[in-house]
């Protein structure tokens, strides 16, 4: 973002503040909790979720009273997802790579101190894992989060990890800081991350970095699977074909160098 000396509109902040309290686990909200959330009047809430139902940015559920983002925002995502270079020039590449390995395949970017997810190609596996296109974890969740986490300098990492420390989400979550980011060391000397039912208990994922025209870590991709699953497939042969997939993603980002 730019850092220019100019005041923002006041009245746009507060439009985005009633924006901003919806996310993917509080879809409907009532006038009450938005105005709970943003600390608004109101009278003032009311007027901005009108002006914002009229021009389709907000759709107003009357069985129940409550509001929920509107289906003009699904034509600004398309826009938006269009495009991003990195999510049209992985899609086919990582389309072949769920077709070939049946799992499911992710893609995601590291967003100020949070992981966003720009594609998700789910498996018919029993685990559900709710790593929807367009949402955003921790940066320390799961395979692809602590692979982006592990391209950052060490200094940056501190400061994320005491914004938003270690969970424990199984037994077998690493949440010694310490030791953690010793291990991102690793992670990032190897270009690998497995993680085994660290996120998940029976759900293992193979994680590799994506990189840009200068080198830079620009993305992730994960392959994703029940655990049992990813041992009958020889877990060698998966990360040889998602490291494979990083390396033509990389090499259409404009990245030329052989990566692995």
């Not at 994680?207 to 497939?233: D, R, Y």
């Amino acid at each position: 973002m730019r850092d220019i000396k100019v005041e923002p509109i006041r009245a746009i902040e507060r439009i985005i503040s009633i924006l901003n309290c919806f996310s993917f686990e509080k879809v409907n909200l009532t006038i009450e909790c938005i105005v709970e959330q943003t600390g608004l009047a109101k009278a003032t809430v009311y007027r901005m979720l009108w002006t914002l139902e009229k021009n389709g940015l907000i759709y107003y559920e009357n069985k129940d009273h409550t509001y929920r983002l509107g289906y003009k925002f699904l034509e600004y995502g398309g826009i938006v997802l269009e495009n991003l270079d990195i999510r049209r020039e992985a899609e086919p590449v990582l389309s072949e790579l769920h077709q070939t390995t049946g799992l499911t395949i992710l893609l995601a970017i590291p967003q100020k101190n949070v992981i966003q997810y720009l594609l998700s190609i789910d498996s018919n596996d029993e685990f559900p894992l709710r790593s929807y296109a367009g949402r955003s974890r921790a940066l320390h969740y799961g395979a692809l989060g602590i692979m982006l986490l592990a391209q950052m300098p060490i200094t940056e990492v501190k400061t994320i990890l005491n914004d938003t420390p270690l969970e424990k989400r199984t037994p077998y979550t690493l949440i010694d800081q310490e030791i953690f980011i010793r291990r991102l060391q690793t992670i990032k000397e190897q270009g690998l991350f497995v993680d085994i039912d660290e996120t998940f208990v029976g759900l293992t994922g193979i994680s590799v970095p994506v990189f840009g025209l200068n080198g830079q870590t620009v993305a992730a991709i994960g392959v994703i699977g029940p655990s049992h699953k990813m041992e009958f497939h020889d877990r060698e042969r998966l990360i040889k074909m998602t490291k494979k997939a990083a390396n033509e993603i990389s090499q259409k980002l404009g990245y030329l160098t052989e990566i692995y």
